[in-house]
C-alpha cells in the first residue's frame, strides 16, 4: 500500500552570531582590494543596488535567501576570500518537513477558478476565428494561385520554339562572343588600332532569340561591374571617433549617451580601447583613472581635475 507525502513551505531562519555581520565582512573585504562596488557590479553582471543592499544586510530587499547566499558566493569568490564566515551569518534555510496525504494518490486537482470544459466546435465558429481562417486562404491563394499562372505562361511561350541546328547555333554563338568582345578591346587598346577592318558581319537565323538575351546579359554584366567595385571601395569604416577610451591597466568604463542608455558598460584590461560616437552629450565613468587614458576628438583629455579619492574619475563630454 503506497502512501503520499505532501511538502511544507520552506522556513527561514536568520542566523546571528558574535562579531560583524555578512554584508560588514564583504565590503571590509571589498574596500581592502580597493575594488569599487561599480566595478563589482560590473563584473558580477548585478545591479549595484543589489549589492549596496547585500553590504547594508537588507534582506528583506532581495527576491528570498537562496538569492542571497548565491550572490555573497560570487562576491567571496570573485574577491578571492573563504566564503564559509560569510554565509554562516547569512539566513538558513531549514530542511522541508514532509506531512502525510491522507486523499491518495488518485486524488484529481481542479483550481476554484477552473470554468467548464472547452468547447471547441463552439469556439471555432465565432467571427474572430472565421476572419482569421479567411486571411489565411486569402494569403494561400495569392502565393500559390500566381505561380501556376506564371508556369502555365512559360510553358505556352516555350512550346512553339524550334529546334536549330548544331551549326547554325555554334555560328550565332561565335558572332555573339565577338560582338561582346569587340566593345571591350576597343575601350583597352590606343587610338591607332581605330583603323582595323572589322569583319563582315554573318547572318543570324531570325528563330533564334537566346544569343541575343546571353550578350545582353554579358553586357549587363560588364556595365554592373566598375560601379559595384566603386560602391565596395567607398565603404571604408572610420577608425576614429568622439571619444576614445584607452586602458593600460586593468580598469573599467561605463558610457551612457544623451538619449540615457548604456552602450558601452564593461572591464577593460591592459591595451584594450573603447571608441563612442553617439549623440551629445556622452557621460563618463572611469574606474581606475591612473591606469587609462581618454581622447577627446582627437586631442588628450587629462583626467586629474575630475578624479576624485577613490581614483574614479566622471566628466561629460559636450
Known sequence: MSEEWGQQGDATVVAAPDGP?????????????????????VALKVPVRKLEALEDD???LMTDSVFVRGLAASVCRTLKIDPQPILERLPQTTAPRLLRDNEGINAPFRAP??????????RLTKPVYLIVFALLFGALAVVFFPQTIHDGAVVSVAAPTAPVAPAAMASTSAQASSDVQVPIAAAATPPASASVTPASPTPLPAAVPAPVATVAAAALAIAAKPATETASGALVPSATGV????????????????????PVRKMLVAGESVVANGPLPIRVVVGRSDLTQVLVRGKPFDLKPYTRADNLARFDVK
Do not use: C, F
Open 113 to 122: 477558478s477552473d470554468g467548464p470544459p472547452a468547447n471547441w466546435a463552439k
Open 21 to 41: 555581520s555578512a554584508g560588514a565582512m564583504l565590503r571590509q573585504a571589498r574596500e581592502a582590494t580597493g575594488l569599487h562596488i561599480a566595478a563589482l557590479a
Open 58 to 60: 537588507r534582506y528583506d
Open 243 to 262: 571619444l576614445v577610451v584607452r586602458a593600460t591597466g586593468a580598469s573599467w568604463v561605463e558610457i551612457t549617451d544623451a538619449k540615457g542608455t548604456s
